[in-house]
């Protein structure tokens, strides 16, 4: 009886969560949230002279400040080359994850009235200079439970 109860719950937890969702996308005047994931091969093993790194720290700032100036950047932030990677049965890589060769190096949350204005946002990114990607994701607002 306890699991039926527990699984009734969930449902109807469920059903709350995705009719808010449901609301919130007809309410087109807001603007969403996009997360923008910037990989690129492991750039470690590159030797980059300081002229390189301080045109590459150009590029990425005037880049950002277009978007900032435009009040559409939420924030973003570099990610460090220190990382673990927790896997089940306490096992520990001590290493960034990689996925075909590549790593995150960096994201952004920005606001955009759509996939599409988020895209537009991401095809300038100085990433691709370096042979990365972007790829963007939606952010899904949860609700708060009064």
């Not at 896997?87 to 075909?100: G, I, Q, R």
Request: hydrophobic share 40%.
């Amino acid at each position: 009886m306890k699991t039926i109860a527990k699984l009734i719950t969930v449902v109807i937890v469920g059903l709350f969560t995705f009719s808010s969702l449901a609301a919130a996308e007809l309410d087109n005047d807001q603007p969403k949230k996009y997360m923008l994931l910037f990989r690129s091969e492991n750039i470690d093993h590159y030797k980059l002279t300081p002229e390189q790194i301080q045109e590459s720290i150009k590029q990425w700032q005037t880049w950002i400040g277009g978007i900032a100036a435009q009040g559409k950047l939420v924030s973003t932030h570099q990610i460090g080359s220190e990382a673990a990677v927790l896997l089940p049965n306490d096992k520990v890589e001590k290493k960034p994850y990689e996925a075909l060769n590549q790593i995150v190096g960096g994201y952004m949350i920005l606001k955009a009235s759509s996939m599409k204005e988020a895209m537009e946002f991401a095809k300038e990114c100085p990433v691709f200079q370096i042979g990365g990607n972007v790829e963007i994701r939606d952010i899904m607002e949860v609700p708060e439970n009064n």
